[in-house]
Each structure stands twice: as structure tokens, then as C-alpha cells.
């Protein structure tokens, strides 16, 4: 598809367990971003890519959070020791370089990956 | 701390008639203000944005202002549409960082047929 494509939609795991969510994003598409939605809140930033780096993860709560983009696409955010408070909608977002084109502010959003964590 | 503020959590208004969103931020740093809507289950959705030099901008019914001196800015729509119902959520960025959005907690537009 055209969009930004995350698996799986939903997730539910058991405390203490390992977690891996995958995002796809638009082709041609440099930037990619993680976002993570709690319930009555906005999207709080995660980390940002910049083809295979992550050039800002100052959003990752903790280091049971870590996320790759190996080949400069596809990425995926791994959670460890899961707990309850990780319950959130985790969206992928990506866009162009930043500093190009007349969208400079627009990201492209998944629908996110629902993760319950019982 | 929240520095994009979204304080009415719900908005109810008639078809036809101009609905008014609501944004504050505290962050003087952040220079480039946008606008999303959300479905249920779907991803947010880019709607309209402006910079910071400028004051309004507008697309079809949906105009933004900002008003830099208060740190404030708004979403009007023009009329309203039952579509429109929607979460609606301000995100502000600083130009020239790497586009990292700060979100608002976000308003349930609901349009009454």
C-alpha cells in the first residue's frame, strides 16, 4: 500500500514478556518516527530515524525500550520485561528529509500498533 | 510539563456552524504549529499547518491563527460537517530540528446532524 503499514494492529502479552512492533513506511520516505499514544493523551515522541541512525531517542522512557532500522526502512521497536504502564497505542509515523520540500512540518502516520500488557 | 495545551477535552457542534479549536503552548522555541484529526482506529491524519511568521492560514473550511504574542492559536472550521467529527490534536515543532512533534491531548469534535 501507499501508507505507513504497522504490525501487528493488536497486541496483548503478559507482564515481564518481549515485544516486537513493526513499522513500514512510505517509500522513499527518509524519516521515520515513533510515537506512543496512552489513553486521554496525545502522541508523546519516541525516536527519530534518519535513514539507519537514530538521530534523537531522547523520547525512549527507559532501556527496556530500544528500536532499529537496519536497513534504512522498515523498523521495529522492541519492548523488554513489558510492564502494565507500557499500554499504549505505538505509532510509526514517517516523511521526506527534514528541510525539504514546502511540507516541512507534515508526518505520516500509521494506524498503530494497540499493545494491552495484562 | 505540558508545553502544548488542548484544555477543552470535548467540542459538540451543529452542522453548518463554525466550530473553534483551541491551542496554547508554553514553549517559545517552537515556531511551525500544525494540526491533525483522528479517527477511531485510524492514524492521525495531517489537516493544516502554519509557521510562525504568519498569522492565518487557510484551506477550504479549515482556517488556523496564531497569535504569537499569546501563545495561542486556533482551528475554525467553516461550516461544520458531521465527516468533521473527529479527535483534533495541535502538535507544535521547531523549524530546521528534525521535525519532532509535540502533541496536545486533543478535542472530540462532535458535529449534530
Known amino acids: 500500500g501507499a501508507g505507513v503499514s504497522q504490525t501487528p494492529s493488536n497486541k496483548v502479552t503478559e507482564k515481564g514478556k518481549y515485544v516486537e512492533l513493526r513499522c513500514d513506511p512510505i517509500s522513499g520516505h527518509t524519516a521515520l518516527y515513533w510515537y506512543r499514544q496512552s489513553l486521554g493523551q496525545g502522541p508523546e515522541f519516541l525516536i527519530y530515524f534518519q535513514g539507519t541512525g537514530a538521530a534523537d531517542d531522547s523520547g525512549l522512557p527507559n532501556d527496556r525500550f530500544f528500536a532499529v532500522r537496519p536497513e534504512g526502512s522498515v523498523s521495529t521497536l522492541k519492548i523488554q520485561r513489558t510492564e502494565r504502564g507500557d499500554s499504549a497505542v505505538y505509532l510509526c509515523?514517517?516523511?521526506?528529509?527534514?528541510?525539504?520540500?514546502?511540507?516541512?512540518?507534515?508526518?505520516?502516520f500509521g494506524e498503530g500498533s494497540r499493545l494491552t500488557v495484562l | 510539563d505540558q508545553q502544548v495545551k488542548q484544555n477543552s477535552p470535548s467540542l459538540s457542534v451543529q452542522e453548518g456552524r463554525i466550530s473553534i479549536l483551541n491551542c496554547d503552548y508554553t514553549?517559545?522555541?517552537?515556531?511551525?504549529f500544525l494540526w491533525y484529526k483522528k479517527y477511531p482506529a485510524e492514524g492521525p491524519t495531517f489537516l493544516i499547518s502554519?509557521?510562525?511568521?504568519?498569522d492565518k492560514n487557510e484551506d477550504g473550511r479549515f482556517t488556523v491563527f496564531l497569535n504569537k504574542s499569546a501563545k495561542h492559536l486556533s482551528l475554525h472550521i467553516v461550516p461544520s460537517q458531521p465527516g468533521d467529527s473527529a479527535v483534533y490534536f495541535c502538535a507544535a515543532s521547531v523549524l530546521g530540528s528534525a521535525r519532532q512533534l509535540t502533541f496536545g491531548s486533543g478535542t472530540q469534535l462532535t458535529v449534530l446532524p
Open positions: 514553549n517559545s522555541m517552537f515556531d511551525y
Open positions: 509515523a514517517s516523511s521526506t528529509q527534514p528541510g525539504q520540500g514546502a511540507s516541512t512540518g507534515e508526518l505520516f
Open positions: 502554519i509557521s510562525s511568521i504568519k
